[in-house]
Nanobody, 128 residues
Framework: VQLVESRGGSVQAGGSLRLSCAISRSTTSSYFMAGWFRQAPGKEREEVAA???????????YYADSVKGRFSISQDKDENTLNLQLNNLKPEDTAVYYC??????????????????WGQGTQVIVSS
């Protein structure tokens, strides 16, 4: 699995950005999880959102409480991309954003250790 993120950007508070992550992966896997994390200076990496696909089970879409109602995660299977729409951005959303993926179940969506593959990170800056 390879992940390549689009460039982030710089916006004022209340603005919007869209991040994309091109994912190359096997389509035969019975389990696939893809998500976004972020890391602000001096802070630990934290979960943002994730999509879980399970061929014979229950998947779902998940969000951190801090971004619910403002961010939206989606997949474009034709383009093989994982997208994150960021709306109503706040200065505290400033961070390096990483996309991540897992092709076998290893833990909960919100744990960085559950993911085997990571993008290079892209900077998002929100000014007040």
């Amino acid at each position: 699995v390879q992940l390549v993120e689009s460039r982030g950007g710089s916006v004022q508070a209340g603005g919007s950005l869209r991040l994309s992550c091109a994912i190359s992966r096997s389509t035969t896997s019975s389990y696939f999880m893809a998500g976004w994390f972020r890391q602000a200076p001096g802070k630990e990496r934290e979960e943002v959102a994730a999509i879980v696909e399970v061929k014979r089970g229950r998947g779902g879409t998940y969000y951190a409480d801090s971004v619910k109602g403002r961010f939206s995660i989606s997949q474009d299977k034709d383009e093989n991309t994982l997208n994150l729409q960021l709306n109503n951005l706040k200065p505290e959303d400033t961070a390096v954003y990483y996309c991540a993926a897992a092709d076998r179940s290893r833990g909960a969506w919100y744990l960085p250790g559950s993911y085997m593959y990571w993008g290079q990170g892209t900077q998002v800056i929100v000014s007040s």
